[in-house]
C-alpha cells in the first residue's frame, strides 16, 4: 500500500492512464484503477470524483499557475504578449511532465467522453485567463477574445510538441503564435 | 396537431426553448416539452436523441454550409480570409434566426449541460472547418490553427451580436477580426 495521500494520488493516476491505454477508458471500471494502484476503490473516490476526473487533476495547478502569470506580468505588456509569457513559464513544469503527458493526451484525443471533458476545461481555462485580463484593466471585449485565442494557440503548440519532441515547447510556442500573427494579418484585405 | 413532420421539429424547439427559460433545464422534462408543442413523447423522440439536441439542431446546417463555403472559396484566399467569407455567409441565415437565436444563446451560457454540449460542438466545428481547409491545400498546421482561432473569434462575434443588437452581425465580424489582428500583430516583440 503506498503510503502518503499525495502517492496514492500519483499511482491512480499512472494505473488509470496505463488502463485506458490498454483496454480504452469505457472498458475500465474505478475499481481495477484502484486495484492496479494497489488501494481501495474508497481510496480511489477520496481522490477523484470519477474515472474521467483522474486524468485532469493538473488543470487546476495549471489554471492557478498561469492566472497568477498574468496578475505578475510588468504593467504596460500587450494582452496576448502577456498571455505567451504565462505559457512559457507553465511549459516548464509541462515539459518535466512528458512521459505523463504524452500518452494522456493520446488517450484523450481517442475517446470522446475524455474529449467533451478537455473541451469543457479548455473553455473554463480561457473563462479564467480572461478575468485574469480583465483584472489587468483589459476591456471585457479585448480580455475574452485573447484568452480564448491565446489558450487555443498554446493547447495547438502543445499538441505539436506531443508530436514532435525533437523540438522544445518554446520553440512550438514560438512557432504556433507566429502563425497566428501571420494568418491575422492577411485578413482584412 | 402540427400537420408535418417540419412543423413539429419546428414546435419542439420553440417549446423546448420556452421551457428551458420558464423553468430551466434541469426541471424540464421531453413529456412536457412534447406536451406544450402539441404531440407525444414518441414524436419528439423521433426528432431527437435527447433534450440538449434540441438546441443545437442548426450545427449540422450550418456547419455544411461553412464547409461548403470554404469548399467554394476563390482559389489563393489566405486561410483566415476564406473562414471569415464563409461566416459572412452563415451570418445571413444567423441574423434571420435572431428570435430564436438570442434566447438560446442566454439559455445555453446559463445551463452547465448545455454548454458542455456546445463546447464539443464548437471542438467539432473546428475540426470540419480545418478539414475543410486541409482540403483545399492548406497545411495541417495552419489549417487547424486558423480554423479554431476562426471559429473562436466567429463565435466571439456572434455573442457581441447578440449583446448589441444595433449593430449588424457583419459588423461585429468586421470588429472581432480586427481585434484579432491587433492582438496578435502586438506580439513576438
Known amino acids: 500500500m503506498p503510503r502518503s495521500g499525495e502517492e496514492a494520488r500519483r499511482r491512480l493516476q ?17 475499481a481495477e484503477i484502484a486495484a492496479r494502484a494497489g488501494v481501495t476503490e474508497r481510496t480511489f473516490f477520496r481522490h477523484f470524483p470519477d474515472k474521467r476526473e483522474v486524468l485532469f487533476d493538473g488543470e487546476a495547478t495549471l489554471r492557478a499557475d498561469l492566472t497568477a502569470s498574468v496578475a505578475d506580468a510588468p504593467d504596460g505588456l500587450p494582452p496576448l504578449e502577456v498571455l505567451i509569457r504565462a505559457f512559457r513559464k507553465a511549459g516548464r513544469i509541462i515539459e518535466g511532465n512528458r512521459p505523463f503527458a504524452e500518452p494522456r493526451l ?23 485567463l480572461a478575468a485574469a485580463l480583465r ?11 485573447a484568452a480564448h485565442v491565446g489558450w ?6 502543445a499538441g505539436a510538441w506531443i508530436e ?3 523540438r522544445s515547447l518554446d520553440e512550438h510556442l514560438d512557432e504556433a503564435f507566429a502563425d497566428l500573427r501571420a494568418l491575422s494579418a492577411e485578413t482584412g484585405g
Chains 1, 2 share one sequence.
Open 106 to 128: 493520446a488517450v484523450i484525443a481517442a475517446t470522446p467522453a475524455l474529449r467533451e471533458r478537455d473541451q469543457a476545461k479548455a473553455a473554463a481555462m480561457g473563462d479564467a
Open 14 to 30: 499512472q494505473a488509470a492512464l496505463e488502463l485506458y491505454r490498454e483496454r480504452g477508458f469505457d472498458q475500465t471500471t474505478t
Open 164 to 166: 514532435e519532441s525533437s
Open 135 to 145: 483584472a489587468r484593466g483589459v476591456t471585457d471585449r479585448l480580455a475574452e477574445l
Open 152 to 157: 487555443i494557440t498554446f493547447h495547438h503548440a
